[in-house]
């Protein structure tokens, strides 16, 4: 299986949305620096995976 993608939250905070959706719910709030899973992408978002077990979907810009 090819190495799963990791990134980690270059914004002061990222959202973890419900669906790839800024009027999704919100999952949870991650602080810059923490580190995701990536699972996939759809437009400017990506589906990630945190080490604690939630998934959602963080907007792309969080990670630049």
Request: glycine share 8%; proline share 5%; net charge neutral.
């Amino acid at each position: 299986a090819p190495a799963s993608v990791r990134l980690r939250v270059t914004a002061p905070e990222a959202t973890l949305h419900s669906r790839p959706s800024g009027r999704s719910a919100a999952v949870a709030i991650l602080a810059r620096g923490a580190s995701v899973e990536v699972a996939g992408e759809e437009r400017e978002w990506y589906q990630v995976r945190v080490d604690d077990g939630r998934a959602g979907w963080i907007v792309r810009e969080a990670f630049e």
